[in-house]
C-alpha cells in the first residue's frame, strides 16, 4: 500500500523511508565528508586553543567526535583539527590523496580515543566515517591538479603566516595563567621561539607552559612537514600546447577557422587541447584555480563538436575541476547546454565590422573623422601589412616596441589574445603601425601597434593595441581605421574588434523608458566601469557602427560563477597570485599608469579582453 505525501504521487512513504535508510546518495558523499572535516576541524582548534572550551557542554560533545583527542593532549587536538582543515577542500573535490590521508588519519583518531580516553563512542564515530569513506572509495578518484615545486613556498608562506596569527591565540588564551605584563612583542617572539620548539619571552603559571610550547611546536611541525611534502612531491605541470598539437589545430582551422573569430587563439601554446575521438575536433583549455577554462567555441567541424566536449567533460570529471567555457558563440552555447546539461549566461558583445559597410562619411562617424585627420594634419602615417611582409628588423623592433610599451608588469590575455608577435606559424597575421619622426626615440619613428590574427580566409581578428605614451592621443581609432581602408587590398572581408562586457544592460539602460531595475544594474556597470573600462570599452566599439555578436559563459551551477569570474581574471592577467620569478627583471614600465580613456591605453588586453 502507498500513501501520497505533502501531494507527491511519484514517491510512496515506503520509498521515502527506504531512501533514508540507505544514507546519502554517493556523489553527495565526498561534500558530506569535506563539511564534516571541516566543522571537525574547527571545534579541534577551539578545543586546542582556548581553555574555557575545554569546560563547555559544547566540548563534551566534540570529545567523541572524529579526530578530537580531548584531554590527552591540547597539541594533538590542534594538529589534527589543522590537518582536518586543509583535507577538508580535497574530500570535496573527490581527490584521492586526500582520501587516502583521511584513511591514516581516522584510524588514528580512533585509537586514540580508545586507548587514551577509553571513549568507545568516540572511537565507532571516526570508524564510522573511515567505513564511510571505504564504502565509497569510488567516488574519490579525483586525480591531481597541475603544480609546481612553487607550491611548496606558497604553502610555506600561507601556513607559516597561519601559524603566527594561531600561535598569537595560543599564547593569548590564558590571560590568568600569564606572568606579568608581556607586550605584543614579547608575545610574537614566544610564538616565533615556539613554531621552532624552544622556550620563548613569556611565563605562565601551572601546566600551561607545557600546554603553549606543546602546541606553538606542533604548528611549526605541521608547516615544516606540509612544505617538505609538497617540495619534494613528484611534479604534475600544467598542460601545454605541443607541435604535434599545435600542427592539428593549424589543420582543423585551415578548414574550419572561419565559423569562429576567436578561433586562432586556440594556439596559445599556454593552453592543454582535448580532441575529438575522430580528431575532426578540439577544445583547448587552461586549468585556473580548480576551474577547467575554455574559451570560445570548439575548433574543427561542428558535427564532431559534442566529441571534443564530452572528452573535455571527462577529462574535467577525472580532475574533479569545474567546467566552464568563456566567450562562446550562440551556436556554441547551444552545443554546450544540449550535449552537458550545462546552463548559458550572455557575457556580452564583440563588435564585428563588415568592411564593405565601413565609412568615414555620415554624421555618426564625424568623431572619429575629425579625431584620424587631425592625427594625419599632426605628421603621422600609417602602414598595413601581412606579418609575412614585414622584414626580420622591422619585425623584432615591433616585438621590442610591444614588450616596452605594455602598460602593466603582467602580459594579460587569454580567450582573446595570442601572446605572441611575428610566429613563423602566423604568417598571414596583419600588423598596422603609426610612424612619426622622433630622433630620441629607440624605435625610430614607430609610435603605435595594432596586431590582428587571422578569422578564416576573409577575416581578421584584433588581439593587441599597443602605443608609445608621448604619440598623440587617437593612435588606436587611427589604426583601425586604416586597418579597415586596407582591408579590400588584404583580401579581408570582417573584422572582429573588442568586446564589449553587458554591452546590452549599457545599451538599453540609457535609452528612455528604461525601468529602475536596468537603471540600477547600469549604474553598477558604469561604477565598475572606474577599474574594469567596461563603459568606456563599449562606446569605443561603438564608434565604429558595428553589428554586435552575443558571447555566452557556459557554467553548471549559479554557485560557481563567482569562482568562474575568479579564474577567468586569473587567466586574463587581471589578478595575480602568481609567485615571481627568481631574478626576474623588473620591468620599467611596470609602474606606468594606464589612462582611463580608451583612445590613450598603451595595454592591449586592458582593450580587448576586458
Known sequence: MSVTVDGDKSRSVPDRVRRILRGPRPEKVPSLVGTACTLIGLIDIAAGVFPRFRTSRMHAIAEVLPGTLGPLSAALSLSAGVLLLLLAHGLKRHKRRAWRAAVILLPLGAAAQFVWRHSV????????????????????????????????????VVMGAGSIALGLVVVSAHPRRVIGSPSLTDRLEHVLYGLFGFEGPVGYTGNVDWTVGYSLGALGMLTALTTIYLAFRPEHPAARLTEDDETRLRALLDKHGGRDSLGHFALRRDKGVVFSPSGKAAVCYRVVS????????????????????????????????????????????????????????????????????????????????????????????????????????????VRRA????????????????????????????????????????????????????????????????????????GMNELLIVAALQESPRLGIERVSLNFAMFRAALARGEKIGAGPVLRLWRGLLVFLSRWFQIESLYKFNAKFQPRWEPRFVVYRKSRDLPRIGFAAMQAEGFVNLELPRPFARRREHATARTCAHIGRTGDTHEVRAA
Not at 568516540?122 to 573511515?130: D, E, F, R, V, Y
Not at 558535427?303 to 566552464?324: N, V
Not at 629607440?442 to 593595441?465: N, Q, R
Open 402 to 473: 610591444a614588450a616596452d610599451w605594455r602598460g602593466t608588469d603582467t602580459e594579460r590575455g587569454f580567450s582573446m589574445a595570442l601572446g605572441r608577435i611575428g610566429d613563423p606559424g602566423d604568417g598571414e597575421a596583419v600588423i598596422a603601425t603609426a610612424h612619426k619622426d622622433d630622433p630620441d626615440s629607440p624605435y625610430g619613428d614607430l609610435k603605435a601597434i595594432i596586431h590582428f590574427v587571422p578569422w578564416g580566409t576573409d577575416g581578421m581578428s584584433l588581439e593587441l593595441m599597443r602605443r608609445d605614451r608621448s604619440a598623440d592621443p
Open 290 to 397: 580548480g576551474v577547467m577554462l575554455a574559451s570560445g567555441d570548439p575548433i574543427g567541424d561542428v558535427e564532431a563538436w559534442p566529441g571534443a566536449i564530452e572528452r573535455f567533460m571527462d577529462e574535467a570529471k577525472a580532475h574533479s575541476w569545474t567546467p566552464a567555457v568563456m566567450g562562446c558563440s550562440e551556436t556554441g552555447g547551444e552545443v554546450w547546454t544540449r550535449e552537458t546539461g550545462l546552463d548559458a549566461l550572455e557575457l556580452g558583445d564583440e563588435a564585428v565590422v563588415d568592411v564593405a559597410d565601413f565609412s568615414l562619411s555620415g554624421r555618426a562617424m564625424r568623431n572619429v573623422r575629425q579625431m584620424v585627420k587631425r592625427i594625419e594634419r599632426n605628421g603621422y602615417t600609417t602602414k598595413v601589412r601581412r606579418v609575412r611582409d614585414l622584414s626580420d628588423g622591422e619585425l623584432e623592433r
Open 121 to 156: 563512542l568516540g572511537a565507532l564515530l571516526s570508524l564510522a566515517l573511515l567505513a564511510l569513506l571505504l564504502r565509497h572509495r569510488g567516488e574519490f578518484a579525483a586525480l591531481p591538479d597541475p603544480r609546481s615545486r612553487w607550491k611548496a613556498l606558497a604553502n610555506f
